[in-house]
C-alpha cells in the first residue's frame, strides 16, 4: 500500500485515492487500477494507439525507422503476452503500417509477403526488425548530451534556475499597416509627425502605452539588436535621439547589462535613464531585482542583479563578463528546471569579482564561482 501512495499519479490517483487510507483494502484497490489499466483488452488497445501516434519513417531519416520498427516489435510482444491472438491477424492494421513506409521499403515488403504462406502482425513485424538491424548499422543513435557524473566535481550539484515568463500578447510593429501612434500610415514611429511633435515627457508617457522599444522605437521581444547610444551631445545611453533630455546631464557608466526587469511601478522622466524597467499590465508579475556596482581589476560596471529564489547559483550573461574582462576555468554546466527540462552548457567559465551597493560608502563582497553563461533570456 506505500509502494502505491508513493507511485500512483493522475487518474489512476483519484480512482483510488479513497481506498489508500488502510492497508485492508489493498485487494479493493488492485481490483481497482486492473479494471481501469491492466485488463488485457486495454494494454493492447494502448499499443495499437502508441503506433498509430507515431510519425512515418523516412527514406532519409534511418533513425525513425528504427524507432517504428521497435515500437511495432513492442505492440506484438504485448499482444502475445496477453494472448490475444486474434489482434494479429488485424489485417486493417497491417495494411496501415505498411502504408506508412517509404515506397521502396514498401516495395521490398510486398516482395518479401509473396515468399510467406500466411500473412500476420508477427512477420511483419520480424521483417521489420531485420530491415532496422541492417539500418542501425549504418546509423548512429541519437542519445541526449549529458555530462558525465564520473568527471564531475564535488563543487556542486546541478543547478537549478527558476524561470519567469508573463504571458502576454506581444504585437509586433509592422505586423499591423497603422501607425501605433497616430494610426496613421507611417514607415516608423521615429517618422511620425505627431510623435516628433510631442514633447518630451508626452514621448515617454507614448513609449509606455504602445509599450515600444526606447532604442528603435518598435514593438518586440527581447533585447533589441539595433540598440546603440544615443550620440547626441555625446549621450552614452542606449535610447533614441528622440527620447534625449539635454537638461540631464549625467556622468555615470551607462548600464552594461541589455535585460529589462520589473518592479511594478513606472519611473519618472528623469529616472529612467539610470534604470531598466519594464511596464505590464494590471495582473504583471512582481520580479526582484536590485542595483550593483560590479568590480574586477580596477573596472567598475553598474548593472542590476535579478533575484531568484529558487537558484542554487548566481550566472552571469558573457557579454558582461567580458567588459569586466573576467577570467577563469572552464566547466561543463547543467540548468535544470521544470518537468526535469534541462540546459547544457559545456564551456562555462567560472569566475569570481567583488560587489557592492550604488550608495555611497556601500562596503563591497566578494562573489565566488560566478557560472557566465551566452544568453540569461530573462524576462524583458
Same mark, same amino acid.
Given at each position: 500500500m506505500v509502494r502505491l501512495q508513493k507511485y500512483l499519479r493522475g487518474k489512476a490517483l483519484e480512482a483510488v485515492k479513497c481506498q489508500l487510507l488502510h492497508p485492508s483494502n489493498l485487494d479493493q484497490v488492485l481490483a481497482t487500477l486492473k479494471m481501469l489499466f491492466g485488463l488485457p483488452e486495454i494494454i493492447v488497445h494502448s499499443q495499437i494507439q502508441k503506433v498509430n501516434n507515431l510519425s512515418a519513417p523516412k527514406a532519409d531519416r534511418l533513425g525513425r525507422l528504427v524507432d517504428f520498427a521497435l515500437t511495432v516489435r513492442n505492440m506484438v510482444a504485448t499482444v502475445q503476452v496477453c494472448e490475444l491472438e486474434e489482434h494479429l491477424c488485424n489485417l486493417t492494421l497491417l495494411h496501415s503500417l505498411?502504408?506508412?513506409? @517509404? @515506397?521502396?521499403?514498401?516495395? #521490398?515488403? %510486398?516482395?518479401?509477403?509473396?515468399?510467406?504462406?500466411?500473412?500476420?502482425l508477427v512477420e511483419f513485424s520480424d521483417w521489420l526488425y531485420k530491415l532496422a538491424e541492417a539500418a542501425s548499422a549504418v546509423t548512429m543513435p541519437q542519445f541526449s548530451c549529458v555530462a558525465d557524473n564520473k568527471s564531475r566535481r564535488a563543487r556542486k550539484e546541478d543547478g537549478f534556475l527558476n524561470t *519567469?515568463?508573463? $504571458?502576454?500578447?506581444? =504585437?509586433?510593429?509592422?505586423?499591423? &499597416?497603422?501607425?501605433?501612434?497616430?494610426?496613421?500610415? /507611417?514607415? %516608423?514611429?521615429?517618422? /511620425?509627425?505627431?510623435f516628433v511633435s510631442y514633447s518630451l515627457s508626452a514621448r515617454w508617457d507614448a513609449l509606455w502605452e504602445h509599450k515600444l !522599444?526606447?532604442? !528603435?522605437? $518598435? #514593438?518586440?521581444?527581447?533585447? !533589441?539588436?539595433? %540598440?546603440?547610444? !544615443?550620440?547626441? +551631445?555625446? /549621450?552614452?545611453? #542606449? *535610447? +533614441?535621439?528622440?527620447?534625449? #533630455?539635454?537638461? &540631464?546631464? =549625467?556622468?555615470?557608466? @551607462?548600464?552594461? +547589462?541589455s535585460s529589462n526587469h520589473t518592479n511594478g511601478q513606472r519611473p519618472g522622466v528623469h529616472d529612467i535613464e539610470s534604470c531598466n524597467m519594464h511596464r505590464g499590465g494590471s495582473n504583471s508579475v512582481l520580479f526582484q531585482y536590485i542595483p550593483i556596482i560590479l568590480y574586477n581589476q580596477g573596472i567598475e560596471i553598474r548593472t542590476y542583479a535579478f533575484l531568484d529564489s529558487g537558484s542554487s547559483l548566481t550566472l552571469m550573461e558573457e557579454g558582461l563578463a567580458k567588459q569586466l574582462q573576467l577570467s577563469g576555468e572552464k566547466y561543463p554546466l547543467c540548468l535544470r528546471w521544470t518537468a526535469d527540462t534541462c540546459r547544457y552548457k559545456m564551456d562555462a567559465t567560472i569566475c569570481s569579482l567583488n560587489v557592492s551597493g550604488t550608495l555611497d560608502g556601500s562596503s563591497q563582497h566578494n562573489l565566488k564561482e560566478v557560472y557566465t553563461v551566452k544568453d540569461l533570456k530573462l524576462p524583458s
Amino acid at each position: 500500500m506505500v509502494r502505491l501512495q508513493k507511485y500512483l499519479r493522475g487518474k489512476a490517483l483519484e480512482a483510488v485515492k479513497c481506498q489508500l487510507l488502510h492497508p485492508s483494502n489493498l485487494d479493493q484497490v488492485l481490483a481497482t487500477l486492473k479494471m481501469l489499466f491492466g485488463l488485457p483488452e486495454i494494454i493492447v488497445h494502448s499499443q495499437i494507439q502508441k503506433v498509430n501516434n507515431l510519425s512515418a519513417p523516412k527514406a532519409d531519416r534511418l533513425g525513425r525507422l528504427v524507432d517504428f520498427a521497435l515500437t511495432v516489435r513492442n505492440m506484438v510482444a504485448t499482444v502475445q503476452v496477453c494472448e490475444l491472438e486474434e489482434h494479429l491477424c488485424n489485417l486493417t492494421l497491417l495494411h496501415s503500417l505498411s502504408e506508412r513506409l @517509404p @515506397p521502396m521499403i514498401r516495395l #521490398n515488403w %510486398a516482395t518479401h509477403r509473396q515468399s510467406l504462406r500466411s500473412v500476420t502482425l508477427v512477420e511483419f513485424s520480424d521483417w521489420l526488425y531485420k530491415l532496422a538491424e541492417a539500418a542501425s548499422a549504418v546509423t548512429m543513435p541519437q542519445f541526449s548530451c549529458v555530462a558525465d557524473n564520473k568527471s564531475r566535481r564535488a563543487r556542486k550539484e546541478d543547478g537549478f534556475l527558476n524561470t *519567469h515568463a508573463e $504571458a502576454q500578447k506581444v =504585437k509586433q510593429f509592422g505586423s499591423s &499597416k497603422s501607425c501605433v501612434v497616430c494610426k496613421g500610415s /507611417c514607415v %516608423a514611429v521615429d517618422k /511620425c509627425k505627431q510623435f516628433v511633435s510631442y514633447s518630451l515627457s508626452a514621448r515617454w508617457d507614448a513609449l509606455w502605452e504602445h509599450k515600444l !522599444c526606447r532604442s !528603435c522605437l $518598435a #514593438n518586440h521581444r527581447g533585447s !533589441c539588436k539595433s %540598440a546603440k547610444p !544615443c550620440g547626441k +551631445n555625446g /549621450c552614452e545611453y #542606449n *535610447h +533614441n535621439r528622440l527620447l534625449h #533630455n539635454d537638461a &540631464k546631464d =549625467k556622468r555615470e557608466t @551607462p548600464m552594461a +547589462n541589455s535585460s529589462n526587469h520589473t518592479n511594478g511601478q513606472r519611473p519618472g522622466v528623469h529616472d529612467i535613464e539610470s534604470c531598466n524597467m519594464h511596464r505590464g499590465g494590471s495582473n504583471s508579475v512582481l520580479f526582484q531585482y536590485i542595483p550593483i556596482i560590479l568590480y574586477n581589476q580596477g573596472i567598475e560596471i553598474r548593472t542590476y542583479a535579478f533575484l531568484d529564489s529558487g537558484s542554487s547559483l548566481t550566472l552571469m550573461e558573457e557579454g558582461l563578463a567580458k567588459q569586466l574582462q573576467l577570467s577563469g576555468e572552464k566547466y561543463p554546466l547543467c540548468l535544470r528546471w521544470t518537468a526535469d527540462t534541462c540546459r547544457y552548457k559545456m564551456d562555462a567559465t567560472i569566475c569570481s569579482l567583488n560587489v557592492s551597493g550604488t550608495l555611497d560608502g556601500s562596503s563591497q563582497h566578494n562573489l565566488k564561482e560566478v557560472y557566465t553563461v551566452k544568453d540569461l533570456k530573462l524576462p524583458s
